[in-house]
């Protein structure tokens, strides 16, 4: 049976190209272009790469905009189940959790995807197959916001203190790290998505990481 997993993210794993200017058009990568499709193609059929990305989704906050369905809390339960079974569930969270909207420091942003991680480790009693290895992705820092400026104001310190304290939450849960940030860059279009190149990047990456967790 193929490996199984599950990548839940927000815009960055939905491909979301980078925005030019905020309320016009917005338009989504390929399926081979974007990360989790490159991780798919390199790691072939004896894996199946889950995608599992919405714009906006946040941790564990409800949007007053968007609704309270991009509280990433909200749906991860019933993802769960319904891709089970799991050799392996990757979240990166956050980066939407910087919104001021939100008035969340980087510590309350670890302790939210803190609370995505035990939901994956501590599985019922009904759950088919073994309980599923987590690897926690850091998002990259804000880059020079100008679209979304306005969106994510005043958030560049703390994003930067985003990193450090997940890599500090992953080893406390004894899960799997990886800081995006030292290897890909958020786009200079506007400052939060990724270009292609950084797809292509985290794809390898992220393949590389699953042979090693789950082989």
């Known amino acids: ?92 969270l956050g980066t939407n959790d910087l919104k001021p909207r939100f008035s969340a420091n980087a510590f309350d942003i670890a302790g939210g995807a803190a609370a995505l991680v035990r939901m994956v480790k501590n599985r019922p009693a009904e759950w088919l197959g073994e309980v599923p290895e987590v690897l926690l992705m850091a998002p990259p820092v804000l880059g020079e916001l100008s679209a979304l400026a306005g969106m994510f104001e005043g958030s560049g310190v703390t994003s930067k203190k985003l990193a450090p304290i997940l890599q500090k939450t992953a080893s406390a849960l004894d899960v799997h790290f990886l800081n995006t940030g030292d290897h890909i860059a958020s786009s200079p279009v506007d400052g939060v998505h990724f270009e292609q190149d950084a797809h292509q990047r985290l794809g390898e990456l992220v393949a590389e990481k699953v042979r090693k967790i789950v082989d």
């Open 1 to 92: 049976m193929a490996r199984r997993v599950l990548c839940y993210g927000d815009s960055n794993t939905w491909g979301c190209v980078p925005i030019v200017s905020l309320g016009g058009a917005f338009s989504r990568y390929g399926a081979t272009e974007r990360w989790t499709g490159v991780a798919q193609g390199i790691l072939g059929p004896d894996y199946t790469i889950i995608e599992e990305g919405l714009n906006g989704r946040t941790t564990v906050f409800d949007d007053p905009i968007l609704g309270a369905d991009r509280n990433g809390r909200t749906y991860l339960e019933p993802c769960l189940q319904s891709h089970m079974p799991l050799d392996l569930v990757i979240i990166m």
